[in-house]
C-alpha cells in the first residue's frame, strides 16, 4: 500500500535531548512537508523540500533542522533549541507535478519530560 | 506572509441541518485550495479540493471558491453527528515554493 509512515507514534524527550522524528514516503511525491500542531491549532509550518538535497524553513524553523538525502524520507531532528517542542508533528508529501493535495502521516506526538 | 483565516468557533448546527464553514486567504497566486477533516488526534484527511472558481460537489459536500475575494468555503448538508470535527482550510501554490499553508481550523459541532 502506498503511504507516508511516521515513527514512532509517541516519543518522550528529556530536557536538553535532541531527538529525531522519522517520515517515509513510497508515493513518488517530490514534495515533503514538516507540520507543528499545538492543542486547539492549526498546522504550522516547520520545514518543507521540494526535491532531494534541497528544503527550505517554514514559519517555525528555529530549533528544528531537516535533511533531504533520499526522495522517500525527510526526517525531522527538534533540537535542545527548540524551548517547547511539546506538541503532535505531522509529516505530509505531495506531487510537485499536479494540483494535488497534500498526503500525511499518522503523527508523531512528542512529550518533554 | 500568506495567511489563511478561519473562524474556530465552536460552530454549533442541528443534525440534518447544512453547515457552512468560511475560509479566507491572502495570497493571490495561490492555485490549489483544499478542505481537510481532522478527528481529535489524528491526522488530518481530504474532503475536497477545489482549483477554479464556482462550486464543486461531492455527495453531501460541497466547495465554493471565488478567487477574487480570496474566498472558499465549504458546505456540509445533512450534517451527521460523525461530522463534528475540526476542518482545516488549506492553500497551495503550484510551481512556485510549493508551500502549503493551513488555517487555524474551525470546530464544528453536530448537536444530535
Known amino acids: 500500500d502506498g503511504g507516508i509512515t511516521q515513527s514512532p507514534k509517541y516519543l518522550f524527550r528529556k530536557e536538553g535531548q535532541n531527538v529525531t522524528l522519522s517520515c517515509e514516503q513510497n508515493l513518488n511525491h517530490d514534495a515533503m512537508y514538516w507540520y507543528r500542531q499545538d492543542p486547539g491549532q492549526g498546522l504550522r509550518l516547520i520545514y518543507y523540500?521540494?526535491?532531494?538535497?534541497?528544503?527550505q524553513k517554514g514559519d517555525i524553523a528555529e530549533g528544528y533542522s531537516v535533511s533531504r538525502e533520499k526522495k522517500e524520507s525527510f526526517p525531522l531532528t527538534v533540537t535542545s533549541a527548540q524551548k517547547n517542542p511539546t506538541a503532535f508533528y505531522l509529516c505530509a508529501s505531495s506531487n510537485r507535478q499536479a494540483n494535488t493535495e497534500a498526503f500525511f502521516g499518522q503523527g508523531t506526538r512528542l512529550t518533554v519530560v | 506572509q500568506k495567511e489563511v483565516e478561519q473562524n474556530s468557533g465552536p460552530l454549533s448546527v442541528p443534525e440534518g441541518a447544512i453547515a457552512s464553514l468560511n475560509c479566507t486567504y491572502s495570497d493571490r497566486v495561490s492555485q490549489s485550495f483544499f478542505w481537510y477533516r481532522q478527528y481529535s488526534g489524528k491526522s488530518p484527511e481530504l474532503i475536497m479540493s477545489?482549483?477554479?472558481?464556482g462550486d464543486k460537489e461531492d455527495g453531501r459536500f460541497t466547495a465554493q471558491l471565488n478567487k477574487a475575494s480570496q474566498y472558499v468555503s465549504l458546505l456540509i448538508r445533512d450534517s451527521q453527528p460523525s461530522d463534528s470535527a475540526t476542518y482545516l482550510c488549506?492553500?497551495?501554490?503550484?510551481?512556485?515554493?510549493?508551500?502549503?499553508?493551513f488555517g487555524k481550523g474551525t470546530r464544528l459541532h453536530i448537536l444530535p
Open positions: 523540500s521540494q526535491i532531494v538535497n534541497d528544503f
Open positions: 488549506a492553500v497551495k501554490e503550484v510551481n512556485r515554493d510549493d508551500k502549503i499553508i
Open positions: 477545489i482549483y477554479s472558481n
